[in-house]
């Protein structure tokens, strides 16, 4: 009988220490690794300085296209030059962030 009675208050005590609540988003940590976060940032920096190499009209045009979502016809009017322009500045600014970034791909250890 008491091996019986030691089971279920062994059971009990299980259950009530496996009770867990959820915990608020507020309190929730950060999914990504230092590492991942290490190269969001070497990216960041990487996109800004491709950025910096562009002549200003084509810079702000994708800014303002890819990174703010304005419609070409915004631009052209914010800018003060043709729609037109404006697509072929969008154009050849993301080919040139093309060729300035290459293919990104952050070095990794082998083991992984």
Same mark, same amino acid.
């Given at each position: 009988m008491?091996? %019986?009675?030691? +089971?279920?208050?062994?059971?009990l &005590?299980? =259950?009530?220490? @496996?009770?867990?609540?959820a !915990?608020d *988003?507020?309190?929730a940590?950060?999914?990504?690794?230092? %590492?991942?976060? +290490?190269?969001?940032?070497?990216? &960041?920096? =990487?996109?800004? @300085?491709?950025?910096a190499? !562009?002549? *200003?009209?084509?810079?702000?045009a994708?800014?303002?296209?890819?990174?703010?979502?304005?419609?070409?016809a915004?631009?052209?009017?914010?800018?003060g030059i043709?729609?037109?322009?404006v697509r072929?500045?969008?154009?050849?600014?993301?080919r040139?962030?093309?060729?300035?970034?290459?293919?990104?791909?952050?070095?990794?250890?082998?083991?992984?």
């Amino acid at each position: 009988m008491r091996i %019986a009675t030691n +089971a279920g208050i062994d059971l009990l &005590r299980r =259950r009530t220490v @496996r009770r867990t609540e959820a !915990l608020d *988003e507020a309190y929730a940590g950060n999914n990504d690794s230092p %590492a991942r976060d +290490a190269e969001r940032s070497e990216l &960041r920096s =990487r996109i800004q @300085r491709a950025l910096a190499t !562009l002549p *200003e009209r084509q810079r702000a045009a994708i800014t303002l296209f890819d990174l703010e979502g304005y419609p070409h016809a915004e631009i052209a009017e914010a800018l003060g030059i043709p729609e037109g322009t404006v697509r072929s500045d969008v154009f050849h600014a993301r080919r040139k962030l093309r060729e300035a970034l290459g293919v990104y791909a952050p070095a990794r250890d082998e083991e992984e």
